[in-house]
């Protein structure tokens, strides 16, 4: 139904800059809310970023040095990370609630995930 792929992780040194792109593909009527979690080893995974009809919202840890964006025109959500530290390296994944053609509420979707190192 719908397929979210991201991209854009790596390995990078800490203070250096990642975008990661994620792109949501199927039969797809509107998406409601896109966001990016991620999950290091060991821990539970939590919200690094969300937006929702252009409000965007934070984790602390990542505050004035991450930011969000959409691009509606191509169902697509991007993250800028700016500053990253050894701490941020995780699985990012991309999530996306869809409205599909035939539903009343809209559909919790996941990507695949990317992996992002941040070396010291």
């Known amino acids: 139904q719908v397929q979210l792929v991201e991209s854009g992780g790596g390995l990078v040194q800490a203070g250096g800059s990642r975008r990661l792109s994620c792109a949501a593909s199927?039969?797809?009527?509107?998406?409601?809310?896109m966001a990016w979690y991620r999950q290091a080893p060991g821990k539970q995974r939590e919200l690094a970023a969300a937006?929702?009809?252009?409000?965007?919202n934070y984790a602390d840890s990542v505050k004035g040095r991450f930011t969000i964006s959409r691009d509606i025109t191509k169902n697509a959500v991007y993250l800028q990370m700016n500053r990253l530290k050894p701490e941020d390296s995780a699985v990012y994944f991309c999530?996306?609630?869809?409205?599909?053609?035939?539903?009343?509420?809209?559909?919790?979707?996941w990507g695949q995930g990317t992996q992002v190192t941040v070396s010291s």
């Open positions: 999530n996306a609630q869809v409205y599909l053609a035939s539903s009343s509420v809209p559909g919790d979707y």
């Open positions: 937006i929702l009809n252009g409000d965007t």
């Open positions: 199927g039969t797809i009527f509107s998406i409601y809310r």
